[in-house]
């Protein structure tokens, strides 16, 4: 059974950077897509940015482009997501997911909030 966890979240101020990990077990990590999703309070979960298993290929939310980086490090098994210039509309709880088909797992979590 394959399990994510996610780490380095916390408070940061405007224009701040933060880089979140996503350690992932029981699965074999390179055939899985990634992904990292966040909400924010009353609002539905929505993709920030994904790295696909295959190639170099990575894709971004309008409203991260130019700010966050996703990579992954298949040789240790986690991926990465790097986000400068932060703001407070930025402060949600962000999930890791990996997906392969049809099989999807998630992370529990880590809260980033965005505040001076």
């Known amino acids: 059974q394959g399990q994510l966890v996610e780490s380095g979240g916390g408070l940061v101020q405007p224009g701040g950077s933060l880089r979140l990990s996503c350690a992932a077990s029981?699965?074999?990590?390179?055939?899985?897509?990634m992904g990292w999703y966040r909400q924010a309070p009353g609002k539905q979960r929505e993709l920030v940015a994904a790295?696909?298993?295959?190639?170099?290929?990575?894709n971004y939310a309008d409203s991260v482009k130019g700010r966050f980086t996703i990579s992954r490090d298949n040789a240790k098994n986690t991926a990465y997501l790097q986000m400068n210039s932060l703001k407070p509309e930025d402060t949600a709880v962000y999930y890791c997911?990996?997906?392969?088909?049809?099989?999807?797992?998630w992370g529990q979590g880590t809260q980033v909030t965005v505040s001076s």
């Open positions: 029981g699965i074999i990590f390179r055939l899985y897509s």
């Open positions: 997911n990996a997906w392969l088909h049809s099989t999807n797992y």
């Open positions: 790295a696909m298993a295959k190639g170099d290929t990575t």
